[in-house]
């Protein structure tokens, strides 16, 4: 390991000279003087993905070597039930259109390492693929490995084991959505939830004691390779488009209308399942991989974002927009970070001893803010009689997507009401219409970052979303984030970096931005 983790800097060194040619078109260059706004010394600059996203779609590899079948997202979006459904909202992309990266991940990585000059990537573990079949009998570590996939298990270990070589730090999600079908039917729950049997998240017990048993089993697996670990990721991408209002910007199994009980037992169930993963990953991994003095460091992705009032100048919206921000961003991370649960959402929590102490980190997603207007019509309140959650409607929020400066007020925001180190774990933009300019998008954030880290907000590293174009899940490949453009249509699923690569990867070998980046996105991040 530590040989060729010397060789991938080596090349990182080496492949300046091709970062530098690339920059020359864009204002930009290795030479040029030094970063106008520099990053703290062993900051992290990484990539996201996720398994389901990126790992199907394999350019060689037999369909059984390569697809996981076995997840609630992989029934939901090929069922010709649901793809045919109007509220399911799919694009009707399968996941095998996706880039294949359970074959590319060695060539994926070395980009990442040698191109972009990285040192960290988040990666997650696709449960489904690790246990095609049920847990439920299994107690012990042994009885578990029985069940699990040897394929899987080799796979996942040459992923990190090259990760590793390449000089990339690894962080983990252990479910970043995902489900294994044997727990969660996603399309009989979303043709009848009122009847269906494998609830997901609803099943409340079970799920909790399933996931942590999952968890656990993949510390002691992989906790030689792995010491940074998050539990779930974007619990609200879940509940939400999940048991309220599925749309076309994001849907998620069983994506059923309305169901305020389920969305609140799906809320609950996470917070739960949060605390006894987290008390899984440290009970069972117990080997420092990167020589730090510890042997796991376990956090929470979550998504952020500033929620504001359509009017300011009207009552109702003010009091719809704290509503929402409360909901949003503050039931769930209360509980993880402090043991304060709401248990009824109405504002008022109680410390559970069981809670507290279960978040060594948050990781921050950021992508838009929120504006919110009351909503008028009290017989279709979104969340009837549970006070004050009742005076906003998913059908009144509006997105802007370019406002860098929110990441900086979602950064200021989890450090003082949580205390806890931050990652920012995702940001980033699509080239395409209607969405910022992905270089000056990256460009802005970090500034921002920089605004935060100045006013001693606790920020360890930032990973763009995304290395590769991805499976951008109910949206399918339409919406393609990558650093690198992956053609679905084309069977070899070549990568070919964007523009924004190149600037990306001068930050990260410079470890700030420079002067000449800084004049060309101009950003004052003091206002």
Known sequence: ?????????????????????????????????????????????????????????????????????????YAFATSPQTIASPTAHLSGDPPTSGPGQWELYAEDFARASRELSNDAYRMSLEWSRIFPEPTDGAATTDELRALAS????????AMLGELRAQGLRPMVTLDHYTLPSWIHDAVG??????????????????????????????????????DVWATLNEPLAVFYPGYLYPSEERSNPPAVLLQTEAAKTAIFSMIDAHARMYDAVRAADLVDADGDGEAASIGLVYNLSPVYPKNADRPGDVLAAKNVRYLYDEVFLRAVALGELDDDLDGDAEVRSDLVGRMDWLGVNFYNRIFVEQFLLPGLAILPGLSPLTTFNPLTLEYDRDYARGLYESLTFAWQRFGRPIYVTENGSPPIQGYPEQDRFLIENLAWIQRALADGVDVRGYFYWSLIDNYEWNQGMGTPFGLYAVDPSDPTKRRVARPAAAVYADVAQRNGISGALMSRFPIDPRS
């Open 150 to 157: 040897p394929a899987a298990l080799a796979g996942y270990h």
């Open 1 to 73: 390991m530590a040989a060729r983790g010397a060789q991938a800097r080596i090349a990182r060194r080496v492949g300046r000279g091709v970062v530098a040619a690339a920059l020359a078109g864009c204002g930009g260059a290795v030479g040029a003087r030094g970063p106008a706004v520099r990053f703290p010394e062993g900051f992290l600059w990484g990539t996201a993905t996720a398994g389901f996203q990126v790992e199907m779609g394999c350019p060689t590899l037999e369909r059984d070597q390569c697809e996981d079948r076995g997840s609630d997202w």
């Open 189 to 226: 729950c979303h043709l009848d939830f009122a009847s269906c049997e494998r609830r997901g998240w609803v099943d409340r017990e079970r799920i909790v004691r399933e996931i942590a048993k999952y968890a656990g089993f993949a510390a002691a697996e992989f906790g030689a390779e792995v």
